[in-house]
């Protein structure tokens, strides 16, 4: 069960969540849309982000890049390039700073974060894009997997 508490609160205990109500038939991928919108959860430690310039240089923004190429092709449209990877890395950061997760799913090597919202960009429009985050465990520094249009 997942429990979340704000405080002192545990509002497991409460009986908030509705897989524990009498009756409820919420499967566990409702219950997490559910605790999902209740609670708007953010990224942890999302002021710690981290983006390495591999990720962005030669993935993100590489056109010969096997699976990055099309995500190169949609983030240079916006003004994004290799020679300033860090505006790119800078606004991914934001991004997960600004908006709720959307999903959590839990490993043995830590947690992976899905984190959706529009994207500040240099020719000031602003894209829906899906980030995708890895805390490992005892970490305290989410790393950047990936980054997409949605």
């Known amino acids: 069960m997942t429990a979340w508490s704000i405080g002192s609160l545990d509002f497991a205990k409460l009986g908030i969540i509705a897989r524990e109500m009498p009756g409820s038939i919420v499967d566990s991928a ?12 953010n990224l942890p430690y999302a002021e710690r982000a981290r983006v390495e310039r591999k990720k962005i240089a030669e993935y993100l923004l590489s056109p010969s890049h096997a699976d990055g190429s099309s995500k190169a092709r949609f983030f240079s449209r916006f003004g994004f390039a290799v020679a300033q990877w860090t505006i790119l890395a800078e606004a991914l950061k934001k ?17 992976r974060y899905t984190v959706d919202g529009l994207l ?8 829906r894009i899906r980030t995708v985050w ?9 790393r950047l997997i990936t980054a997409y249009p949605i």
């Open 134 to 142: 890895m805390l490992s465990k005892n970490s305290k520094s989410p």
């Open 30 to 41: 409702h219950q997490t849309r559910l605790e999902q919108q209740l609670f708007k959860m």
């Open 120 to 127: 500040h960009t240099p020719d000031g429009r602003a894209p």
């Open 95 to 111: 991004h997960g700073r600004a908006h709720p997760v959307v999903s959590s799913v839990e490993s043995k090597h830590g947690t």
